[in-house]
């Protein structure tokens, strides 16, 4: 609250200075409106300022005076090769003007690579440690997973986003086709949802590499640069960036190691879904997605049972099961018959299926 009104006491003091000082030579009360303006500007820029790193704010003074050391150095051609007058002048401040502008762009961009603890005094305090980058794939955005990890807090350090990267979403969002438009819009829905995640910090970066065309090869680049993590989906991505030393988060094996761990020989109950590839096979899922293929199952279509684990495939696609069931075990489990009782009550009785499967004998 005390800050709020020192601001407005700033813009109080900009405003009363113009209407005394008349520096734009206008009636009083319009040098005073258009000091309260101009007080107004420099709080917002400040108000701006606030969530920028001290990194960032260092790049972008050293990048500013850099810029204006340039401007000065292209104000003497021009004023050695422009005749004196209004175009001189012009020529002179909009190259000022551009030199200053880009030095403060690429310096605010790069101030994030400045080590201010090797300085020492009084940036010695600074952490040692580097920030933690971790770049989003359009795979990945789309997929929406990404977000769930997010909330359960399991997520670290500054989430990338390229430009790159929100232009291939934009193109998918903008398709012709149907569902590669839904797709799109999901994963914008998707960054939407991440952006607004309190304990997230997301940062969407300009770098680009024009010299690349395809994407993933520029995520693999944007990642050495600034020596992050890619997360993605998608398998061949993952294959070319650990060849070139790039780590990778796949969702996929994550979700992958976070499954069921069943054992050779341990008894699990399915529901037959539907007919395998091979013959006389049956076809299951678990509630995790988990395919459990059975052998011998084909005709219990439709039916819940009890499956023997004969091997488990792990691989980075998914996990799948393989399994048998014996009908033998089957046709001698014992199943429960209602015998009425003398007073009306049933009492259950115990009778195998070998018998109830066998023809009635005749009384």
């Not at 209004?86 to 551009?98: A, C, G, R, Y």
């Not at 770049?135 to 997929?143: A, G, K, Y």
């Not at 439709?302 to 004969?310: F, N, R």
Request: aromatic share 6%; with cysteine.
């Amino acid at each position: 609250m005390d800050l709020v009104l020192v601001r407005l006491l700033f813009i109080v003091v900009v405003s009363v200075a113009c209407y005394f000082i008349e520096p734009f030579h206008l009636a009083r009360t319009q040098d005073a409106a258009v000091g309260a303006l101009v007080g107004a500007g420099i709080v917002l820029f400040e108000w701006k300022l606030r969530t920028v790193s001290l990194k960032r704010l260092i790049g972008a003074a050293i990048g500013s005076l850099l810029g204006i050391c340039g401007a000065y150095l292209f104000a003497l051609v021009i004023r050695s090769s422009v005749p004196a007058g209004n175009t001189q002048s012009f020529l002179q401040i909009l190259v000022m003007l551009l030199m200053a502008y880009v030095g403060l762009i690429v310096g605010s961009s790069k101030g994030d690579l400045l080590n201010l603890a090797a300085l020492g005094g009084v940036f010695g305090g600074e952490k040692q440690g580097k920030k933690s980058y971790k770049i989003l794939d359009t795979s990945v955005i789309i997929d929406g997973r990404i977000a769930d990890i997010a909330e359960t807090g399991f997520l670290d350090g500054i989430i990338v986003t390229p430009q790159f990267v929100l232009r291939e979403l934009q193109l998918v969002a903008d398709s012709a086709d149907s569902l590669k438009r839904n797709r799109g819009r999901r994963g914008l829905d998707v960054l939407q949802r991440l952006q607004k995640m309190a304990t997230l910090q997301i940062q969407i970066v300009e770098d680009d590499f024009p010299a690349v065309r395809e994407v993933d090869l520029k995520l693999i680049e944007l990642a050495k640069v600034y020596e992050g993590k890619i997360i993605t989906n998608d398998f061949n991505l993952n294959k070319v960036a650990q060849l070139q030393g790039v780590a990778v988060l796949n969702i996929n094996e994550l979700a992958n190691s976070l499954k069921p761990i069943v054992l050779p020989g341990e008894i699990m109950k399915v529901f037959i879904l539907k007919e395998g590839k091979e013959y006389n096979q049956g076809v299951a899922y678990l509630d995790d997605g988990t395919m459990v293929v059975v052998d011998n199952a084909r005709k219990m279509i439709g039916k819940t049972i009890d499956v023997s684990v004969t091997s488990v495939l792990q691989t980075t696609a998914g996990k799948m099961i393989f399994g048998k069931w014996d009908e033998r075990a089957f046709s001698r489990s014992p199943i429960q018959v209602a015998v009425p009782g003398i007073s009306g009550a049933t009492a259950a009785a115990t009778v195998p299926n070998s018998l109830i499967e066998s023809k009635p004998t005749e009384i």
